[in-house]
T-cell receptor, first 117, second 112 residues
Framework: NAGVTQTPKFQVLKTGQSMTLQCAQDMNHNSMYWYRQDPGMGLRLIYYSASEGTTDKGEVPNGYNVSRLNKREFSLRLESAAPSQTSVYFC????????????????FGPGTRLTVL | QQQVKQSPQSLIVQKGGIPIINCAYENTAFDYFPWYQQFPGKGPALLIA?????SEKKEGRFTISFNKSAKQFSLHIMDSQPGDSATYFCAASIEGNTPLVFGKGTRLSVIA
């Protein structure tokens, strides 16, 4: 099993350009997440999808959109990139089913390092 | 408002020392407290987790201590090794279907 995979690994954009970060998981998990990691700021949740067909905003959703394409795939789109979106982006998935007693371990992908000039 | 506060930001210990990383939370509904370990260039990975029905959990050299009344929990690394040098994140959630809330991370360096 590959776990959580992300593409691309690195990307450089110019201000105003758009792009989509791809994420896929092969663990049959219900929930998927997008985080950004910046120095000294930890991991901040951008958007998440508790189950196929649902998406919700996290702590820092402005400037991003997401699509839960199917149970395996969850993409993050930057419509008009800004230098403030320079960051490392992580996708994660977990089995959480919405009922108490479930184990909420999140499995992370290797990350996408994005630079916006 | 930061829901999980982590300290210190960075920590340097000698090999064999016992680094301690602390976290405090506000939301009393949190009932799942994991620690994640991240090596440079990699994604975070679950290290150890605890639920509030116990005050301590050990897995190998890693121990979580949990103080429900103080709303605090900490990670202790016994006999630390240079290979433990990484960034450590505490987190919290309401078990089930809520996202994890992460602390800002502690960069640990273990020097030989």
């Amino acid at each position: 099993n590959a776990g959580v995979t992300q593409t691309p690994k690195f990307q450089v954009l110019k201000t105003g350009q758009s792009m989509t970060l791809q994420c896929a998981q092969d663990m049959n998990h219900n929930s998927m997440y997008w985080y950004r990691q910046d120095p000294g700021m930890g991991l901040r949740l951008i958007y998440y999808s508790a189950s196929e067909g649902t998406t919700d905003k996290g702590e820092v959703p402005n400037g991003y959109n997401v699509s839960r394409l199917n149970k395996r795939e969850f993409s993050l789109r930057l419509e008009s990139a800004a230098p403030s979106q320079t960051s490392v982006y992580f996708c994660a998935s977990s089995e959480a089913r919405g009922d108490r007693g479930t184990y909420n371990e999140q499995f992370f992908g290797p990350g996408t390092r994005l630079t916006v000039l | 408002q930061q829901q999980v506060k982590q300290s210190p930001q960075s920590l340097i210990v000698q090999k064999g020392g016992i680094p301690i990383i602390n976290c405090a939370y506000e939301n009393t509904a949190f009932d799942y407290f994991p620690w994640y370990q991240q090596f440079p260039g990699k994604g975070p990975a679950l290290l150890i987790a605890i639920r509030p029905d116990v005050s301590e959990k050990k897995e190998g050299r890693f121990t979580i201590s949990f103080n429900k009344s103080a709303k605090q929990f900490s990670l202790h690394i016994m006999d630390s090794q240079p290979g433990d040098s990484a960034t450590y994140f505490c987190a919290a959630s309401i078990e089930g279907n809520t996202p994890l809330v992460f602390g800002k991370g502690t960069r640990l360096s273990v020097i030989a």
